[in-house]
């Protein structure tokens, strides 16, 4: 099982990233996925998460209407598409599969003027 996100970056608040997550090893087409993320020194949590079939989304309250997550379920990808970004969305954001211990290496996020 692999998940390999790209995407993270230095950017300046108000500005937009997308971040992407390549899959493999497993049946995409058949698994929930989400977004967690960590900021220094906290907990890592969930931010937004998407049905195996793209139509369910949920977000957490803090990241509603600035994040938009889809999927490709043809390319086994998951995006993350960021807005409005603030300098407390900075961490590391990482790519998981819903009731698994599968894990992407993370993402460094950084909104910063």
């Known amino acids: 099982v692999q998940l390999v996100e790209s995407g993270g970056g230095l950017v300046q608040p108000g500005g937009s990233l997308r971040l992407s997550c390549v899959a493999s090893g497993f049946t995409f087409s058949s698994s929930a996925m989400n977004w967690y993320r960590q900021a220094p020194g906290k907990e890592r949590l969930m931010v937004v998460q998407?049905?195996?079939?793209?139509?369910?989304?949920y977000y957490v309250d803090s990241v509603k209407d600035r994040f938009t997550i889809s999927r490709d379920n043809v390319k086994n990808t998951v995006s993350l598409e960021m807005n409005s970004l603030k300098p407390e969305d900075t961490a590391v954001y990482y790519c998981h599969r819903v009731s698994s211990n599968y894990w992407g290496q993370g993402t460094q996020v950084t909104v910063s003027s």
């Open positions: 998407i049905d195996s079939s793209g139509r369910l989304t």
